[in-house]
């Protein structure tokens, strides 16, 4: 299926590695030029460079900090300067997990920082992005949530700061409609990552196991005997970004191997 992604431009932040490097590559693969953010610089230019040999397609590396609005408002304006416009934003920038505790022993400095990296973040990023889409015409805002949103246990920020996404999401999709841009959030779950495999060679050498060992035993516990990979939540990311997805917006959804018991009507 052709995506419609020829020419397009795209902002990825969190791009220099896991879901959002992933996520980065399938554009580049649908025919899309992109810019990758995130705050260190040297493993920042590495994946521009990896996965520009990889694809073909132009990537622009810029260091950006999700926590300062003047970062953000240079990244945004130097990724649209690069790539003569902007259509397309990927929100991914933020810490793995968040911060944990429960109501009784999180540091409430904690789930703060959470908020303003995240929701407040990914807020800024899209708000600047929003001019250059609408001067094309038409755009999209992919927001990469957590399935802890859904199912957050006692974890109070993590599900916190991610069901704000969601919501966040949707009132955009409200408001921006109009201008022919959509805004759809994935709750991935756990997620095979290049931190994945880091883990997985430590605890290899600590059990006296391969890592292939390892990380069959992972799919095994699946329902489809698969343990969902950031590639996968790239496939999905590919189409809610492309034109062919006008039929989706303010929506949330799960990519996650079917590992949520929930069930949404």
């Known amino acids: 299926m052709d995506l419609m992604l020829e020419g397009k431009r795209a902002i990825v932040t969190g791009g220099s590695r896991g879901i959002g490097k992933a996520i980065a590559r399938q554009l580049a693969r649908e025919g899309c030029d992109v810019a990758i953010g995130a705050r260190s610089e040297g493993p920042l230019k590495a994946a521009a460079e990896e996965l520009s040999k990889e694809t073909g397609r132009k990537f622009v590396p810029l260091t950006v900090d999700t926590m300062d ?74 927001n990469i949530s957590g399935l802890a949103g859904r199912a957050p246990g006692t974890n109070l920020s993590g ?20 201008y022919n841009i959509t805004a759809n959030a994935i709750y991935p779950g756990l997620t095979v990552t290049e931190r994945t495999y880091d ?13 292939e060992e ?23 990311a590919a189409f809610l970004a492309s034109p062919l997805s006008i039929g989706m917006t303010g929506e949330a959804i799960a990519v996650s191997g079917g590992s949520s018991t929930d069930v949404h009507y």
């Open 69 to 142: 609005l003047n970062s953000i408002k240079a990244f945004v304006k130097a990724a649209a300067d690069a790539l003569g416009g902007v259509e397309i934003v990927v929100n991914c920038a933020a810490r793995v997990g968040g911060a944990q505790g429960t109501i009784e022993t999180l540091d409430e400095q904690e789930i703060l920082h959470d908020f303003e990296e995240k929701a407040i973040g990914y807020l800024r990023v899209a708000r600047e992005a929003i001019p250059y889409m609408k001067q094309a015409g038409w755009g999209r805002i992919i």
């Open 159 to 178: 599900g916190a700061r991610n069901a704000a996404t969601v919501v966040l999401t949707k009132a955009w999709a409200n408001a921006l409609g109009k």
């Open 199 to 211: 883990n997985l060679e430590q605890q290899a050498k600590t059990e006296n196991k391969t890592v």
């Open 214 to 236: 390892l990380k069959q035993a992972l799919d095994e516990r699946t329902l489809l005997k698969h343990a969902t990979t950031s590639e996968d939540i790239a496939y999905f």
